[in-house]
């Protein structure tokens, strides 16, 4: 009766989140491929063509990857047409930002093979900007990517995380690749820098965790083929160097999701992996386990009757019923047919509640399909203010799911823009206040697995009638409040 209690007291009668998936209502696409796309099957989640709706690009393995166009209308069915672009293959991921600052919205694309930066020429068309800009890659196995803008540079740092070293004769294991980084010359990208040792990266987050002025490179490995000798790695960016006071933490890193949800100011970690899912409580100057008794380490399948370890993938936090908390969706799946953990491993939705604990919501809200799910997205797709959910599953259909829950709370989102390079305003932190409380979110480009957003910053307002917000700029300007307007998306100029 108590568990129960707690249940209700989380979620008051019609307030519980409910999904619909759409996903027959548009093309279909798979992610698909042998060993080398274990791994991967990353979206990008952009509005391509400025009709405000939010558009995506889904990464393929061995099928082509896919552009998928928003048509949806405001509050209606979740609904895309197949957009058209170049054929690729060997597409583990993509991550969406403005790399040469022209208000379109271009593509770093991950592969099996050399690495792609694709220009946005708006309307939903691309190019192949690589040359170009001077990004000359080799042929690796990119699993991993964030990037920022450094002081005064042109063009965004951008960091590529490879996995297996594919020409290692004595590999699969312990052979892992190093990782690179490219800084911009000017207008064009310079020879890479190697990061090593490389432990097999999957996913990497470059954020000024502290809020001190100073970003920093955090990469999550996979323990699978580093074996022993690998840890969880936070790089310092200039000078680059690994931080040798890192505490070394041994995970089969799979994701990495960061968002403020203690109110204080400073981005919890959450780390996926093969059996725990690894939260980290912020302490300012290190990050502290979070306890079990919080509900998010998710080690094993909630329905069915296998009780093996999951295996995490991709994690997101969002507002998924937009009432000020900060929930969390945990995509799940097993590499193939690996027998030590579960096949049938549904997907999470822990719903945070007042009392901060996190409960699994899954399978009321629909969502806990079972199949090998590897990247997906949060994000509102139909305009209606509801974070909306997308799905990648390994040799299974893309999963588009429209959130439907009622009695939900007010919202707002936030799109800082700058002026000349940066636009998109990588590194500002965006801080909104209402009801005496701030909620708080930095402007990133990477973590999550092989795909990120880049979208205004959601956040849920609960029964808040007025809210207001600030932007502290990446060169650490404070902005001042300005009123917004609720239930839409504001943009602050600088």
Known sequence: ?????????????????????????????????????????????????????????????????????????????????????????????????????????????????????????????????????????????????????????????????????????????????????????????????????????????????????????????????????????????????????WPHVSLWGMGIASRDITGDGLPEVMMTSMGDQLLQFNRG??????????????????????????????AEFGDIDNDGLQDLFIAKGNVDQMPSNAIHDPNNLLMQGPDGIFREQGDAAGVATSERSRGGALADLNADGLLDLVVVNRRAALEIWRNTSTNTGNWAEIEPVMAGTNRRAVGAWVELRADGKVQAAEITVGGGHAGGQALPVHFGLGAAAKAEARVIWPDGTLGDWHPITMNAVNRLMR
């Open 285 to 314: 100057s290190g990050f502290e386990n979070a306890p079990y008794a919080l509900g998010t380490y998710a080690q094993r399948p909630y329905l069915g009757d296998d009780g093996r370890p999951s295996t995490g993938w991709h």
């Open 1 to 245: 009766m108590r568990a129960l209690a707690a249940v209700l007291l989380a979620f008051p009668a019609g307030a519980e989140p409910l999904f619909v998936n759409d996903a027959p209502l548009s093309p279909t696409h798979v992610y698909a491929g042998g060993w080398e796309h274990f791994v991967g099957g990353g979206v990008a989640v952009f509005d391509c063509n400025g009709d405000t709706r939010p558009d995506l690009f889904v990464a393929g393995g061995e099928n082509p990857a896919t552009l998928l166009v928003n048509l949806s209308e405001p509050g209606a069915n979740l609904r895309f047409t197949s957009g058209e672009i170049a054929a690729m293959t060997g597409v583990t991921g993509a991550y969406p930002l403005d790399i040469d600052s022209d208000g379109l919205i271009d593509l770093a694309v991950l592969r099996v093979g050399p690495n792609l930066l694709l220009r946005g020429e708006g309307g939903c068309r691309f190019s192949d900007a690589s040359a170009e800009w001077g990004l000359a890659p080799r042929d690796a196995w990119t699993t991993a990517f964030t990037a920022t803008w450094e002081n005064g540079a042109k063009l965004p740092t951008l960091v590529f995380g490879n996995y297996v070293d594919r020409s290692n004769p004595n590999g699969p294991f312990q052979a892992c690749d190093e990782n690179e980084v490219y800084r911009p010359e000017d207008r064009k990208y310079g020879a890479s820098e190697p990061l090593s040792p490389g432990y097999c990266a999957l996913s990497m987050l470059i954020s000024d965790w502290q809020r001190r002025g100073t970003a920093e490179l955090r990469i999550s490995n996979d323990r699978h083929y580093y074996v022993r000798g690998g840890y969880e790695q936070m790089y310092r960016l200039n000078p680059l160097a690994e931080r040798a006071d």
